[in-house]
């Protein structure tokens, strides 16, 4: 272990801070009570989110909170008698990987559901997988429309929900935003995935109903996830200087695409717009500073998927004692994803993943008790009766279609590189 913790000091921040947590997560499978050996029959739960990759900035809090969450619940009992035993995996911010991934976790590690993924196109790939082994999937992230129109067609037989909205609220939210800061012509560049396409399109739609133009509608501006160099998607992007750019992008490879755009002179005077994807206190640090020592993306402002839940302030209080820090975002989305499947679990009395997806909704968003803390939850449901459970990250009310409404935090890059909420955000009409 020494040998590669010294290993590690010889990369970058990012990449140390990447393999300090799976050295973390390989030290937590060897018998602690979050993730270690439970008895015969009890719940077996994976997670499925980047460690690593191009989302591993935004990913490693979730990461962090699946295994609170199931300590939290273990302290107090587990899910039908027994401890949960959690299993996590790397996606790598990669679909095939992702895939690869959530296969071994259904057919080999036999868990009955996971909390994952966070990219849309990671959980394209692993939610068919999940639906073959009947495990339920909740995501804490994967907001692209995709997912609701597969719904409506069955494709997931019900083994499928999220906690975090879709885009097509926030991209609605971001053209307001966009109309609320005067914005009147802007352009979009996006990542070339679900996530970035379906979030440019609606967005295109909404901020044109609010009268504004989006100047590159007829040849928008979309970048390969995989690309090293993006100096012709930035010129492309701020051509002609519009007054913002709404930009979708993943933290690595947006950086060098922001980057790319100062240094060929295009960013001064256009507002940066940007989203959940990059919301990370080390995303200004990637894209780097400008000749006089700023950071290029200070005043950036964005959208995120907010949290204004009944059980938010508990969730707030225990992350502050583990982290000495307030919770990133979504944080509450991953620890209601993972609560959901355990109360899913206790309230059919049986760990499989046809009895959590049969009673995922209405441990949700049915008539029960409203409770805000998990523990007080397991115990209602323990005594045969019925509980709605009411979430850090909202009501969590989940839908036929594994949809939630959820509202929008308004954050904006600081002088010193961090971002610090400013306000919410509705999404237009």
């Known amino acids: 272990m020494k040998h590669l913790m010294q290993k590690a000091l ?3 921040p990012n990449r140390r801070a990447a393999i300090a947590l799976s050295m973390a997560a390989l030290m937590a499978g060897c018998g602690t009570a979050a993730t270690g050996p ?3 029959g009890g719940l077996k739960l994976g997670s499925l989110l980047p460690s690593t990759g191009d989302l591993a900035p935004v990913g490693q809090p979730m990461i962090a909170t699946v295994p609170l969450l199931v300590e939290t619940v273990n302290q107090c009992g587990g899910v039908n008698g027994k401890p949960i035993d959690l299993v996590p995996a790397d996606d790598e911010t990669d679909p095939v990987k992702g895939n690869a991934a959530m296969t071994k976790l259904a057919e080999v590690d036999k868990v009955a559901g996971v909390v994952g993924s966070f990219a ?3 959980s394209q790939s692993a939610v068919d997988v999940a639906a073959r082994n009947k495990v339920m999937l909740v995501s ?6 995709v997912f609701t129109e597969r719904a409506k067609k069955g494709d997931f037989k019900g083994f499928w929900a999220r906690t975090a909205p879709p885009d097509t609220y926030q991209a609605r939210a971001l053209a307001q935003l966009a109309k609320d800061k005067g914005l009147k012509r802007v352009s979009t560049v996006v ?3 679900d996530y970035g396409v379906s979030f440019e399109k609606e967005f295109v739609t909404a901020f044109k109903a609010l009268g504004g133009t989006v100047a590159n509608e007829k040849n928008p501006t979309r970048y390969d996830p995989k690309a090293t160099t993006l100096n012709t998607e930035a010129e492309a992007a701020f051509k002609g200087k519009p007054d913002g750019v709404a930009a979708v992008l993943y933290a690595e490879t947006g950086s060098l695409l922001l980057k790319a755009a100062y240094e060929a002179g295009l960013t001064s005077g ?3 717009l940007l989203t959940d994807g990059v919301k990370s206190d080390d995303f200004a640090q990637q894209v780097g500073k400008t000749r006089d020592g700023k950071f290029i993306v200070e005043g950036a402002i964005g959208t995120v998927p907010g949290a204004d839940g009944k059980a938010l302030a508990a969730l707030d209080k225990l992350w502050k004692s583990k982290k000495n820090s307030p919770p990133p975002a979504y944080v509450p989305q991953a620890w209601d994803a993972a609560a959901l499947l355990a109360l899913s679990a206790q309230a059919a009395k049986a760990n499989t993943g046809e009895a959590i997806a049969a009673n995922i909704r209405e441990v ?3 008539p029960g008790e409203e409770v805000t803390d998990v523990c007080k939850g397991l115990e209602l449901l323990k005594a045969g009766k019925k509980i709605n459970y009411q979430g850090a990250s909202g009501n969590v009310d989940i839908d036929a279609n594994g949809d939630v409404v959820g509202v929008y935090d308004v954050w ?6 961090k971002t610090k909420t400013i306000g919410k955000v509705l999404p237009s009409k």
């Open 412 to 417: 904006q890059v600081q002088a010193d590189g």
């Open 140 to 145: 804490p992230g994967s907001t692209s429309p």
């Open 120 to 122: 849309s196109s990671v």
């Open 191 to 193: 990542i070339n995935n």
């Open 364 to 366: 949700s968003a049915g």
């Open 270 to 272: 256009v507002q940066l």
């Open 38 to 40: 439970s008895a015969e």
């Open 10 to 12: 010889q990369f970058s």
